[in-house]
């Protein structure tokens, strides 16, 4: 019942997947199939860092049980419009475009680094690694206090690279 750029909006269609590959269902098969061909313009949605969970848990998980080569290449094309959303100079990965800060990047766009470790290994670019491996480099570096806890989000100057500020958005 979200819209399809909402960040949750590839979880219905992986637990429709999880549920075939439990039961063998045909009926739970179609059911996935037709849950997530409806995300296919999330390929190409620019908007969000978001993409790499929603593809993942849908696309992912469908071309996992199914080998059905359209998802491959959503999911490849997904990895692709992810890279655009990267600032060599910050070493991260956008996380939202807003008004509020210049270039926030939230611990949670971590868990969209699998879909470029995947694509990187299956038909993408060792570029698609090289971005997820940095991303990950500069968050661990960041986004950490003393104690081990995180900051939700930290915004970046795309001047320089450097921290401005380090908030929790949302969390304790």
């Avoid at 698609?128 to 989000?153: C, K, L, Q």
């Amino acid at each position: 019942t979200v819209p399809i750029r909402d960040w949750t909006s590839g979880f219905f269609p992986g637990i429709l997947w999880y549920m075939y590959e439990m039961t063998g269902e045909k009926s739970i098969e179609a059911s996935a199939r037709r849950w997530t061909q409806g995300l296919a313009p999330i390929q190409w949605y620019t908007g969000s860092h978001d993409v790499g969970f929603m593809t993942i848990c849908s696309f992912g998980n469908g071309y996992r049980l199914t080998r059905d080569e359209s998802y491959k290449a959503v999911i490849l094309q997904t990895a692709r419009t992810l890279t655009t959303r990267y600032n060599p100079v910050v070493g991260c990965i956008r996380s939202w475009d807003n008004r509020r800060w210049k270039f926030p990047v939230i611990v949670d766009n971590m868990m969209n680094l699998e879909l470029l470790f995947w694509a990187s290994r299956n038909g993408g670019t060792k570029e698609m690694y090289d971005i997820a491996v940095r991303h990950a480099e500069t968050t661990m570096r960041n986004h950490f206090r003393p104690d081990g806890s995180a900051y939700h989000v930290l915004d970046y100057d795309t001047a320089n690279g450097s921290v401005i500020s380090r908030v929790t958005h949302q969390g304790y």
